[in-house]
């Protein structure tokens, strides 16, 4: 009997009775000529075979030889599984699909976002303020609390649908051999062992070991990174540490076949497969905190602890004077909510919302607002090469022709030999129209592209010269052969790797068309060395026949060739990316490259940027796996360029860098990016040749897929935090200037200098508008040549407290001085007095805060309108308080003589020359030295 006939019965052995006895396993047949039956192994039944999944996956598929896999599981080539053991299969191994986590319903998310501590401590603001009566105040703060959970929850939320996109990607149908029978079946039905069919066009269901290929390629970008399509074969392959996108015998699922037809059988599915292995990466990775959150919670803590000290000694410092105990009470209350700056998470949203509009003009999407700032303290950005830093479109650079080389194809044909290699990079490929635009191979488009720029005419040299036959290209001969009728003979254009076309080779061609020695080693040894610097090279070359060949074979036409040139092709960089390198640079960031490329091509790429300088600046994904994480954690900051790395190894890098303390920006377009994209401290997703698993692990969208877009939005991230940290220096300085004022005016014999109203009224007036207004502060000069701060660095830092300190202090003292002087010349209206020079003092500080270093008169008073527009609205209102019968009565004011205001405003107007003068300290160098330059 022959194999896929009927299959006899034999005996098993006893071991194999007593295990299908307890399992219920069905007798194995085997084939006469012992071939395996479904279900067996080596002539057993399924006591072998019966692997778990975990167990197939450790399997080197690619090592083995397509009869050797098709042995293991239990599959005869041809037939197929049989339905009943399908069905065991899928019980056992599981449909297959990728397996979401349960996701945490939106109010759930919602109410995770109560637990920050600066949320809290408004919370109890809002408390106390509602038990005093000021239900404005409270109101306020609640708003602000709910729509930053709502935004908190939506981020959440969108940072859970990654593993949602990825299970959107599944394959509907699949064809497949079942019972010695072609028929489509659901892919989620397939199972190991099964045999599938694939053809162009079609996405691969499962992970398979290659059976059969004629001419089948695969794009396996979203998986490898690779940013060509595959050959794929069904030759066995000898080293079991290959990276994926050199394992030229497997179809990874989810890749998509671009050429030719194959078949092959299951090896992995569902969770098991590369794409579920992926799947389970991002389920264990978790989000991490940006700095902004950390420095925030860190503030929220001491200030709350601040907070409680300051009012207790408030409160007994008022009972020691002889101040009414309910009075002090709401006194020591109204200081608590005005000491809270309850306007910082309305300003840190606003100010992260406008940067994100900006950032979407200059074409980057934030998916997570915070992702907006945050990208101001990266310190190294590891991109993806193909797309992002290079064009993503093969250009063919280099042309040989002859004896000398040539950066244009239009120079090389201004020669015979020269116009020879044009004409057959013209006719030897093939590129059709489709809506008005060239379609086709990548490679096949570069050498179409190049020929135009020449200044040929493709179209009417292939209608002048038609093709007559051809000998399609194959991944086993690397070659490709046209036959045209030119001038009454028939010339056939071949096309390959240089060193198959050389081997066929006779002669040359020279400059002037004659036929020359071939110089076989010298032509190799350029070969060597345009591909050392990451070009891809072709050969060209001829061969003339009086007619169309009787036989047409590769052995028969493919010979005693004359060698027209080579034409060297790259996706070269992109021309703005060395500018935003050396930005990087400048700004303390470093460019690190990580691709799925080839180790040669990505160097070379690298050198050209200004990233790598020489091989020891590389490690590729094989040394990478033979590093233990001691070892990684030692040389990933000598690193620039990974190539050939698998998503572990992507996300190993990451975590190396950032145990080394660097706070890292991933950016990616796969699948298989997706986990280190989540991982990292910041991703950033393609937004064109992304895949939608990256865009939901990534924080960052790039619209036009360029690396520059990434350091303008770095910049644009160092402006957002600048701008936060004006915002607290300004309002933590109001708010001690209030606390001086109320603490000391009793050690100096004086009243009560403020009611609570008054308290309240300032800190709605001062931190609201003024406040809001710096989220438009232009960034400052020199933004981009400061290095990264420290994610641990606090908020505080940099000569903010001591600002906050002094400057609160001498606020106070003014305050103090003012109620003085009023008190000596029996005004009535002393507390009016006191109260005016405390809010117009924090509108002078908020103009004189808007640079660390600069002096408001050269950054130019029109410069942020919204925050001047919003210092001149809130002088109205105070004026109105102040000369409006019916609010004096409200809040307690009398209207002041215009000698008196103006009096009230010379004596605000100090703090803006006290703080020029402490700029002018800075720019000198004598203060606060380890602030970075602004």
């Not at 399609?472 to 076309?501: N, W, Y």
Request: aromatic fraction near 6%; charge should be neutral.
């Amino acid at each position: 009997m022959i194999a896929g006939s009927r299959r006899s019965q034999q005996r098993r052995p006893w071991l194999c009775n007593i295990y299908c006895g307890i399992t219920g396993c069905k007798p194995t047949r085997l084939t006469a000529t012992g071939s395996e039956g479904v279900g067996s192994d080596n002539g057993y039944c399924r006591l072998k075979a019966d692997r778990s999944a975990d167990e197939l996956t450790r399997i080197a598929w690619h090592t083995l030889e397509a009869e050797a896999v098709l042995q293991r599981l239990g599959v005869v080539a041809g037939e197929g599984l049989n339905s009943s053991e399908a069905l065991l299969r899928l019980q056992r191994y599981g449909a297959n699909r990728i397996v979401e986590t349960r996701r945490r319903p939106i109010p759930w998310l919602v109410i995770e976002q109560f637990s920050d501590f600066m949320i809290l401590v408004l919370l109890a603001a809002a408390a106390i303020a509602g038990l005093i009566g000021e239900l404005v105040d409270t109101l306020t703060i609640l708003v602000i609390i709910i729509l930053n959970a709502l935004i908190g929850a939506v981020q959440a939320y969108r940072a859970e649908r990654a593993v949602a996109a990825l299970k959107e990607m599944a394959v509907l149908q699949a064809g497949v051999i079942r019972d010695g029978h072609p028929v489509t079946l659901a892919a989620a039905d397939l199972v190991p062992g099964d045999l599938v069919s694939v053809e162009a066009g079609n996405l691969v269901p499962a992970d398979l070991r290659v059976v059969s290929a004629e001419d089948l390629q695969t794009d396996e970008a979203a998986l490898t990174g690779e940013s060509t399509p595959i050959g794929k074969t069904a030759t066995r392959l000898t080293d079991p540490e290959l990276p994926l996108g050199d394992r030229h015998n497997l179809l990874f699922r989810n890749s998509t076949v671009v050429r030719g037809r194959g078949t092959g059988v299951v090896v992995a599915t569902g969770m098991q497969s590369e794409i579920g292995r992926i799947a389970r990466l991002l389920h264990k990775q978790r989000a991490v905190k940006t700095p902004l959150q950390l420095r925030l919670e860190a503030f929220g803590r001491y200030l709350a602890l601040a907070v409680l000290v300051i009012c207790a000694l408030v409160f007994c410092a008022g009972l020691l004077q002889g101040q009414p105990p309910l009075l002090m009470f709401l006194t020591a209350i109204s200081l608590a909510v005005a000491a809270i700056p309850e306007a910082l998470p309305a300003v840190v949203t606003i100010a992260l919302a406008f940067g994100a509009g900006k950032l979407s003009r200059q074409y980057a999407l934030a998916r997570n607002l915070p992702a907006v700032e945050t990208l101001g303290s990266v310190t190294v950005i590891c991109s993806d090469k193909t797309g992002t830093l290079t064009l993503n479109r093969m250009t063919a650079e280099r042309f040989l022709s002859g004896d000398r080389e040539y950066d244009s194809l239009a120079a090389a044909a201004a020669s015979p030999g020269g116009n020879a290699l044009a004409l057959a990079m013209t006719l030897n490929s093939d590129v059709s129209k489709r809506d008005g635009k060239s379609a086709g191979d990548p490679t096949e488009l570069a050498l179409a592209l190049a020929v135009e720029r020449a200044g040929f005419d493709r179209r009417q040299l292939v209608a002048r010269f038609p093709r007559v036959a051809e000998i399609a290209f194959d991944s086993d001969r690397k070659l490709m052969t046209t036959l045209h009728q030119i001038a009454g003979e028939v010339t056939a254009f071949c096309k390959g790797a240089p060193e198959l076309v050389l081997g066929k080779c006779l002669d040359r061609l020279g400059e002037e068309g004659e036929a020359v020695p071939l110089q076989s080693l010298q032509l190799q040894r350029c070969v060597e060395r345009l591909a050392g610097q990451g070009y891809r090279v072709l050969a060209f070359a001829q061969r003339r026949f009086d007619r169309l060949p009787d036989r047409l074979l590769p052995e028969t036409v493919e010979r005693e060739l004359s060698f027209l040139g080579l034409v060297a092709l790259i996706d070269p960089p992109r021309p703005e990316v060395p500018e935003a390198i050396a930005a990087c640079r400048a700004a303390g960031i470093k460019p690190v490259m990580i691709t799925g490329d080839h180790p040669g091509t990505a160097l070379a790429i690298a050198r050209r940027l200004g990233i790598a300088v020489d091989e020891g600046s590389l490690i590729s994904g094989q040394t990478l796996a033979r590093l233990s994480d001691q070892e990684l954690h030692a040389r990933v900051g000598g690193v620039t360029v990974y190539a050939r790395v698998s998503p572990e190894q992507k996300i190993a890098i990451v975590k190396a860098l950032q145990a080394r303390g660097e706070f890292v920006a991933m950016t990616g377009d796969g699948v298989n990016d997706a986990p280190a994209l989540k991982r990292a401290d910041i991703g950033v997703a393609m937004g064109r040749k992304g895949t939608d698993v990256a865009r939901e692990a990534a924080d960052i969208l790039l619209l036009d897929d360029n690396f520059a877009t990434i350091v303008r939005a770095v910049r644009e991230g160092r402006r957002i935090f600048d701008n936060i940290r004006k915002f607290v220096k300004y309002t933590m300085t109001s708010n001690s200037g209030e606390i001086w004022t109320l603490f000391l005016a009793p050690f100096f014999g004086l009243p009560v200098p403020l009611l609570p109203i008054h308290i309240l009224w300032i800190n709605l007036v001062t931190d609201g508008l003024p406040g809001l207004a710096f989220s438009a502060e232009p960034a400052e000069d020199g933004v981009m040549r400061r290095p990264p701060r420290p994610p641990q660095e606090h908020i505080l830092a940099h000569g903010i407290w001591q600002h906050i300190l002094w400057v609160g202090l001498f606020i106070g003292a003014l305050s103090i001085a003012s109620q003085a002087w009023a008190i000596a010349q029996d005004a009535a209206y002393w507390q009016t007095v006191v109260f005016t020079v405390l809010t117009c003092s924090q509108l002078f500080h908020a103009l004189a805060v808007r640079s660390a270093s600069d002096s408001l008169f050269s950054i130019g008073l029109f410069s942020n309108p919204p925050l001047l527009g919003a210092v001149l609205l809130t002088l109205l209102l105070q004026l109105g308080v102040i000369y409006l019968p019916s609010l004096n009565g409200i809040f307690h004011t009398r209207p002041l003589p215009p000698a008196d205001l103006l009096l009230c405003f010379v004596f605000s107007s100090l703090v803006l020359v006290v703080v020029e003068i402490e700029k002018w300290l800075v720019r000198k160098g004598k203060i606060y030295q380890n602030k970075p330059s602004h």
